[in-house]
């Protein structure tokens, strides 16, 4: 790995890393599917885990994204496969790789150190940047435009459902009024906004004010809440026999969206959910990772007969 990819790579700390690790890792080698390789700090750890026997698909909608998780997973030759794509295409994806089935899934819902801190999108409200806030930077509106363009009773909807922020229709209304004196571009006025709707005594203690609207407008602009519903049953038809799929999500509503799904699936026959509650970070992962303290892992198993 050249100095510079080492660099990123210790930068970059992968959520529940050893749990995924421990309960993905293929027993009987195969591959391993990884929907939102990132930065590849998950990939990583599972090609380690095992020998020439497992192999990777590495999927991301991000092009920097693919590009430095090549750089980091090159050691590995030919057992790693990238490709450019959103997971919610995962099956068509697989099998353009020509994957019949696979041994582990894995599905990372959280932002990248990357994304947050260095890709200049928008996706951080420290510092300012332009409101773009779009994974793949080639595709859909911008986060400015939906800003700009979305009614103010959408704006608090989404808001309100994707950021479970309870000022919502406060924050709309006051981006509302902005937009009327120029449209807002940059994150800068994106923050002003939501600091002047919420009242300061009303400010959280442990979170950024806008964290909250940043999550929500994020979530919008790539339609995640759709993409994920879409992919849950792809994934869970592609798993091998014996197979696991993890889905590691920050929101309570994508939470829900994947508890609700893995339930589904049990009642139909042939997978069962491994724990009853989701597999969370423990104190010392938080207190070196705090980007992982709302984490919660998943994890569904295919039955080996059914």
Request: charged share 30%.
């Amino acid at each position: 790995m050249s100095e510079v990819g080492d660099r990123e790579a210790r930068a970059h700390l992968p959520v529940l890393a050893d749990e995924v690790t421990f309960l993905l890792r293929p027993r009987r080698g195969g591959w391993v599917v990884d929907g939102t390789v990132g930065m590849g700090g998950h990939a990583e750890r599972l090609l380690e885990a095992d020998d020439v026997r497992v192999r990777l698909l590495g999927l991301d909608a991000d092009p920097e994204a693919l590009r430095r998780a090549q750089q980091r997973l090159a050691r590995f030759g030919d057992r790693v496969v990238l490709r450019h794509g959103s997971f919610r295409h995962l099956a068509a994806l697989a099998a353009d790789a020509r994957i019949e089935e696979a041994a582990a899934i894995l599905l990372d819902l959280g932002l990248s150190s990357y994304q947050l801190d260095e890709s200049a999108r928008g996706f951080s409200f420290h510092g300012d940047e332009a409101l773009d806030m779009r994974f793949d930077p080639s595709r859909g509106p911008t986060a400015a435009d939906l800003l700009n363009g979305l009614s103010r009773e959408e704006l608090a909807r989404v808001i309100f459902e994707y950021g479970e922020e309870r000022h919502a229709r406060r924050i709309a209304r006051r981006i509302a009024e902005r937009r009327q004196r120029g449209p807002l571009a940059r994150t800068g006025d994106l923050v002003a906004a939501v600091k002047d709707a919420v009242p300061r005594a009303a400010w959280p203690r442990r979170i950024h004010v806008a964290t909250r609207t940043f999550q929500a407008i994020r979530m919008a602009v790539n339609d995640e809440a759709l993409a994920l519903t879409e992919a849950l049953p792809q994934a869970a038809s592609l798993l091998a026999r014996g197979g696991r799929f993890g889905v590691i999500s920050f929101h309570s509503g994508e939470d829900r969206i994947v508890k609700r799904s893995f339930r589904f699936l049990q009642q139909e026959g042939g997978y069962v959910e491994l724990e009853p509650s989701p597999v969370q970070p423990g104190a010392d992962e938080i207190l070196y990772n705090a980007r992982a303290r709302s984490a919660k892992l998943r994890v569904l198993e295919r039955l080996e007969a059914a």
